[in-house]
Each structure stands twice: as C-alpha cells, then as structure tokens.
C-alpha cells in the first residue's frame, strides 16, 4: 500500500509514474503551462507531469526562441530540439565527427601531402639531387649533362602534382574543420537553452518555498 502511494499520474499521457519521474505542474513556468494549456484545456494544474513529456515541452518552448531569431530552422538546430525533447547527448567525438568513407585517391592524397611536408621529404629530396648532380658531373658519359634538363623536368612534373593533391587535402581539412565547429555551435546552443531552463525552475522552486515560508 506504501508502495503504491509513492506513484503519481502525468496529467497529459494519463501514465503511472514513480515520484522521480514526475513533478507537480504548479513548479512550472507559466509560459510552459500556456503550451500544455494548448492541447490540454481542461489539464489540471494542481497535478502532475512526467519529466519525459516536460523535456518534449521545453523543447517546443526552444523551438519557439530559436524561431524569434529565424523562422527557417536550420539542421543543426532541429537536431538539438530532437536531442532536448529525448534527452539524448548531442556532443560527439572528434572520431565520429571526422568519420568519413575515403576513396583510394582521397587516402593517397592524404599521405602524399603528409610526406610532402615533412623533413622526411627534404632530406629525401637532397639525397636524390645530390646523388643525381654527383653522378652526372663526375661520369663520363653523363646521362643528364648540365644545366640538368631532365632533372628540371622531372622536378616540374613533381611539382605539378603535388599542387593539386595537397590543395585537395587541404580541402579535406577544411571540411573536417567545419563539421567540428558545428558540433561545437550544436553543444554550445543546447547548454544555453538547458542552462535557460534550468534558470527559470530555480526561479519558479525559489517561488514556491517562498510562498510555503520555508525560505
């Protein structure tokens, strides 16, 4: 029987709850109660409401300050309704925010252009100009003579590659760059939101005691 006593009913999904998951509608903010009041006119507002339909409610409040600012949502702000109105974590890890399916030109591109700026590359490249000017001055019948025709040749059409294969890179980078800062804008935004609801059921339980005379 003491058991039992311990439950409360959501006035909106008309469910069973344990005390946790529900508190009273009167610890609400009254612009939350005039949404509630939208599509339940008659709800009773000495009731209960359960945590779960709470977080839907405030997620349409969200909603409601997001489009004050613009009335086309954008992606990222309907995934950080979804996440407040499920209460799910909307921050990911850099591995799943860069995670991405490359081609074999985009692998190859990248650890070209990760060769390519390292002193691996330089001293690698010395040697070989070294050995080729060597080898060339020194033997009688040189096969590239100076001013090193072939030399220049092969050397232009390095370059000519290596241009465009770590501009793509690059590009890569940049991509990667901009999907961490829209997780980071997509963390940032549900924070101020949560930490703007959070304010005002302090302010509403800071009422409430007030009233009750126990602060």
């Not at 939208?38 to 359960?50: Q, R, S």
């Not at 080898?135 to 090193?148: E, G, L, R, T």
């Not at 030399?151 to 770590?166: D, E, G, R, V, Y």
Request: aromatic share 8%; glycine share 4%.
């Amino acid at each position: 029987m003491s058991e039992r006593a311990t439950f409360k009913v959501c006035e909106i999904s008309g469910k069973q709850l344990k005390s946790n998951e529900a508190m009273p509608i009167s610890y609400i903010k009254e612009g939350l109660i005039e949404i509630i009041k939208k599509d339940h006119p008659t709800i009773n507002t000495n009731g209960f409401i359960a945590l779960k339909e709470l977080k839907k409610l405030e997620a349409i409040k969200a909603e409601k300050f997001l489009r004050s600012d613009n009335l086309t949502l954008s992606k990222s702000e309907k995934e950080i309704l979804t996440s407040i109105a499920d209460n799910n974590p909307i921050s990911k890890s850099p591995q799943e925010v860069e995670g991405e399916i490359l081609t074999f030109g985009e692998k190859m591109a990248d650890k070209i252009a990760l060769f390519g700026g390292s002193w691996k590359f330089i001293i690698t490249f010395m040697v070989f100009f070294g050995v080729w000017i060597s080898i060339n001055v020194i033997a009688y019948k040189s096969f590239d003579p100076y001013p090193f025709i072939l030399l220049n040749l092969i050397l232009s059409c390095i370059a000519a590659l290596q241009a465009p294969l770590i501009m793509m890179s690059q590009n890569r980078q940049e991509q990667k760059d901009r999907l961490r800062s829209e997780n980071d804008y997509k963390i940032n935004l549900k924070a101020e939101l949560e930490i703007q609801q959070l304010n005002e059921k302090v302010d509403v339980l800071i009422i409430k005691l007030s009233e009750q005379g126990k602060i």
